[in-house]
Structures are given as C-alpha cells and as structure tokens.
DNA sequence: TGCCATAGTGAACGCTGTTCGTTACGTCTA
DNA sequence: TAGACGTAACGAACAGCGTTCACTATGGCA
C-alpha cells in the first residue's frame, strides 16, 4: 500500500504517530504507553513506527517537543494580548495555568524529571530553548513596567518558579482542594507583585 | 539458609532491599531500576524479593516512603533551630534545599508526578501526610510571627511553590546557571515576605 | 532422629523495545 | 507492455522485564 512517500506524507505520518502517542501517554504514562499499542491504534505492527522514529525515545522526545510548542504558542499568544502590562501579566499567569489543566499529560511530560540531560535531540532543545526564553522575556518586560521588582533574571526566575511551583503541588493533590486554585495564584502574584495594583483587583 | 526470621530480621532485610532499591533507582531512575539487578545486588533471585514486597510498584512506594521520612526529619530538625523566627525561616528554607541538592534522587522520587494517586500504600499516605503538614505548619508560624502577610494557608502553599518551583527547575536546567542556587531563593524569599529582614541580609 | 515450616531457587508466562529477513506493491524504465 | 527497482509494512525472533509457582534445601523443634 506504499511506494514513496513524499515529504509532506511523511511528515502527516508522523504527526499522527505523535497524536496517538501522545494519547496514549496521557492514559499510560510515558512508560506505560507501548510502540505496540501505539502501532496497533495505527493499523500497523510495531516494527513500522521504527521507519519513522529510531527509537520509543526518540519518539517521546519528539512528543514532548510537540507539547513544548503548544505551550510556547499558549504563552506567546498571551503575551500578545491587548491592555497594559497588568492585563498582560495577568493573561499570561492564566494561560499558563490554563494549559497545564487543560492539557496536564502535557504539562507534565514538558516538566517531568528528566534523566538523561545529555542526549535530547536538537528538536527539543530548542523547544526548550523557545519556552524558557519566552517566560523570562515576559517577567524582563513587567520588571522593565514596574510590575516588579528587583534583579529581572532573578524575578523571572521565582515568578516561573511560582506558577510552576503551585500547578505540580496542585496536580500533585498536595494544595488544599478547598483552595480554589484561582484564588491560591492570584494570591501567589499578589505576593511577588509586592502590593495591590493600584485600581481593581 | 533460612528458618524463620525474627520480626526484627524482617525488617532489616526489607530495609537492606529500599537501599539498595534506592541507589539503582538514583542510576537508573524507577522504571531503569529492575527487580533482577537489586536482588543480583542482594545475592538473589528475583523472586526472592517478592517475599518481602507484593511488587515493584510496593517496593517503589516503600522507598519513596522512607526518602519522605528523611525529608520531613532534615525540615523537622531545621525546625527545632534556635534563634528568632527568621532565622528558623532561613533555616528551613536551607534544609528545604539543602535535602533536595544532596538527595536529588530522593527528592525526585517524593515529588514526582503520580500516575496512579488510587492506589498508594497506607505508609505512603502518612508519610506524606507528616510532610505537607510539617511545611503547612511552619509557614503557619511564619505569618504569626509577622514574617508573612495574609492568610496563612494560601501564603504557605505559595511559600511552598516557591521553593519547589525553584528547585525543580534548577534540577530540569531551567535555571540561568550564572545564577547561584542560594542568592536565587533569597530572592524568591525576600519576595514572599514583602521586604527585607529588618537588619541583616 | 525425624518432621515441618520456610527462605530462596529456577523455570516459565506474557509483556516490553528492538532487529532483521521477507513480502507486496506503486512507479519508473526498456 | 513487461520487467526491474525501491520501499512501506509485516512477522518472527531476541533479550530483558515483572511476576508466578512448583520445588528444594535447611535450621529449629518435638
């Protein structure tokens, strides 16, 4: 049922091994999704997501680097959105939070511990690179607006730390459930904005 | 060359096994670690271990549950300080990273994201339990004290955040590396309280 | 001395990721 | 039009995984 693909076939295809395995990893957990189970979703056997990914590495690297953008592309279009640096800044805190539950398989394979610093692919890296660049430009702009203060690296730094630090304690059961997690981050702004925004809440 | 074990036997075995299941779980993370190659460790058979534990997913939770405990005691300890209520914030807030650089393996394994939340030992449970308690409580202290602003829950699961955020990222290499790990947090914490420490840095 | 409980064995099952020789088919050439 | 070629996908196989189970061998007790 095949003789060359083209270039473009070839990328559809693995887009869609992506999509399913992504599905997958969302119910089994990296380890837990099988190039089996992946392959049979596909009509295939196993062997065949080989011609496409060397390896289920290489495939959960290109995954996750598919995540990365999603999450990239949330963040920017935040960050584009209308109104001063206060709407901004806080269009940004919902989209990020926005993401991480609506899409939390992906929030967490972009965040998982990961064990082998050395050999990701360059394709990740820079999804890495996009998104961690992204977040610190955005803190520079609101220090730049007055929003905060102190040393930009070092407020974009704990700003991110923040909203991550609340999303993983969050999905991890550890906040109280009473705590509306809306509630929770606006207080954890309020605490690094150092102070009411002088009008509205 | 073996005819009932004492209780206590018991125990030490089991404990001999999480050590030995904690360092291949540092090597080669939790699903590297096999039960093949810690019961080659122990002299054994593969087997053998399930006398001691129903499964890996029991021996995982058993030692994930003991880095807990030793988590809570450095918290605990750094708790029961001398000094006045800043020095114990600082004092915390070094054993809480201090812990999490030392052991990252340990670390990792308490605050790694869970696949299945249902099915989680009773041990587990406390001793998760003693830890979000303990850090609830000390920043509970905190705002009493007058070192926080706000309502004590929300502030100590943002204080929380913080330091999690922080080390998570650093650990992931989110972290600008020029940056210092130590002047970071004091950073992030001079944020959360709102303004420098009244004398001293 | 002989029995019994039991710590640990070793083979087996079904699963996994991965490799490799083979097959079947669309396209391009003679 | 007939055949050769490249290749997408197959299916069997391998090693290693977690787990089970029938079994052995051994030390304490009657």
């Known amino acids: 049922m095949a003789v060359l693909l083209t270039k473009e076939q070839v990328a559809d295809v693995r887009q869609k091994i992506r999509e399913v395995a992504?599905?997958?990893?969302?119910?089994?957990?990296?380890?837990?999704?099988?190039m089996r189970a992946i392959a049979a979703e596909m009509g295939?056997?196993?062997?065949?997501?080989?011609r496409?990914?060397?390896s289920k590495a290489a495939l959960l690297d290109a995954?996750?680097?598919?995540?990365?953008e999603r999450f990239s592309n949330?963040?920017?279009?935040?960050?584009?959105?209308?109104?001063?640096?206060?709407?901004?800044?806080?269009a940004i805190g919902d989209a990020y939070a926005d993401?991480?539950?609506r899409e939390p398989a992906a929030y967490q394979l972009i965040f998982a511990f990961e064990q082998d610093e050395a050999d990701k692919s360059a394709e990740l890296r820079a999804?890495?690179?996009?998104?961690?660049?992204?977040?610190?430009?955005?803190v520079r702009d609101m220090v730049e607006a007055g929003l905060l203060e102190g040393d930009a690296d070092h407020i974009a730094h704990a700003y991110w730390a923040v909203l991550h630090g609340l999303v993983v304690l969050q999905m991890a059961g550890k906040l109280d459930p009473a705590l509306p997690f809306d509630t929770l981050r606006h207080s954890a702004a309020r605490l690094i904005t150092r102070g009411a925004r002088p009008s509205g809440h």
Chains 1, 2 share one sequence.
């Open 22 to 34: 992504e599905r997958h990893i969302a119910r089994d957990g990296p380890q837990g999704a099988s």
């Open 44 to 50: 295939w056997t196993a062997a065949s997501l080989y």
């Open 52 to 54: 496409y990914y060397a």
């Open 63 to 68: 995954t996750r680097a598919a995540a990365y």
């Open 74 to 90: 949330c963040i920017e279009t935040a960050g584009q959105s209308g109104g001063d640096m206060w709407e901004k800044s806080r």
């Open 99 to 101: 993401f991480a539950f």
């Open 127 to 138: 999804a890495q690179a996009r998104a961690g660049n992204l977040m610190t430009r955005y």
